[in-house]
């Protein structure tokens, strides 16, 4: 089984502050998804990785994919209070008739202004 | 577009009394359905995944259920809620169009469920 690990766990920031959160999976991974999500919510898609040296960026968000050493990091750029959740990485196996997505244990970040 | 229903929100019951959570999607057919679980300040755990009507996988064994009796319908069912089913269940889909595909999971809002 796919095993996907992430660190830190939790990470506390000021403003204005580069960090880098990493996502570790275990086997062959088909791509990778990065969610966000707020506090009592839902989890939102933010990036998928689809091949190796793959790069996305959205804002103070940028994402990147090494299939070889089954790393992906998101980074944060400057970061601002609006920033602060939870993100997850998850790494998808696509079977015959579907995906499975398996997801890491989360790195909870907060944003100090 | 699609859209993604989980219901009830919240929900307060007490320990070995029965559960059904619902989950429908709207605006697409033969969708990848998905039950997690999430505790909390914790990631996901995966509960079931649905690849097609009548098709259920568990992913870890324990007292819960589930099943898709329609196409765009998923429920999640106990027959006995145990203290430490408590937690936020997360209903997700994707569209999976082949071994191409890279649709990511969307996901409901969530029901969050205390059992006392």
């Known amino acids: 089984e796919l095993k996907v690990e992430q660190n830190p766990l939790f990470l506390s920031m000021q403003e204005g502050k580069n960090y880098t959160i990493y996502c570790n999976y275990s086997?062959?991974?088909?791509?990778l998804y990065w969610y966000r999500q707020d506090p009592g919510k839902s989890l939102e898609s933010l990036f998928v990785?689809?091949?190796?040296?793959a790069v996305k960026q959205e804002g103070r968000l940028m994402a990147s994919l090494d299939t070889k050493a089954r790393l992906s990091t998101l980074h944060i750029t400057a970061a601002v209070h609006d920033l602060s959740a939870t993100y997850f990485c998850?790494?998808?196996?696509?079977?015959?008739?579907?995906?499975?997505?398996?997801f890491g244990t989360g790195t909870s970040l907060t944003v100090i202004p | 577009s699609q859209t993604i229903h989980q219901w009830p929100a919240t929900l307060v019951q007490p320990v070995g009394s029965p559960l059904s959570l619902e989950c429908t999607v709207e605006?697409?057919?033969?969708?990848?359905l998905y039950w997690y679980r999430q505790a909390a300040g914790r990631g996901l755990q995966l509960l079931f995944y649905?690849?097609?009507?009548?098709?259920i996988s568990s992913e870890v064994p324990q007292n819960l259920s589930a099943s898709r009796p329609q196409d765009r319908q998923f429920i999640l069912s106990s027959k006995k809620l145990l203290l430490s089913d408590s937690g936020f269940y997360l209903c997700?889909?994707?569209?999976?169009?082949?071994?191409?595909?890279?649709?990511?999971?969307?996901f409901g809002d969530g029901t969050r469920l205390s059992i006392l």
């Open positions: 997700a889909w994707s569209v999976f169009r082949g071994r191409g595909s890279n649709q990511p999971q969307h």
């Open positions: 605006g697409t057919s033969n969708p990848n």
């Open positions: 990785l689809l091949s190796n040296g």
């Open positions: 649905s690849v097609g009507i009548g098709q």
């Open positions: 998850a790494a998808v196996v696509v079977l015959n008739t579907g995906n499975q997505f398996y």
């Open positions: 086997t062959t991974s088909d791509r």
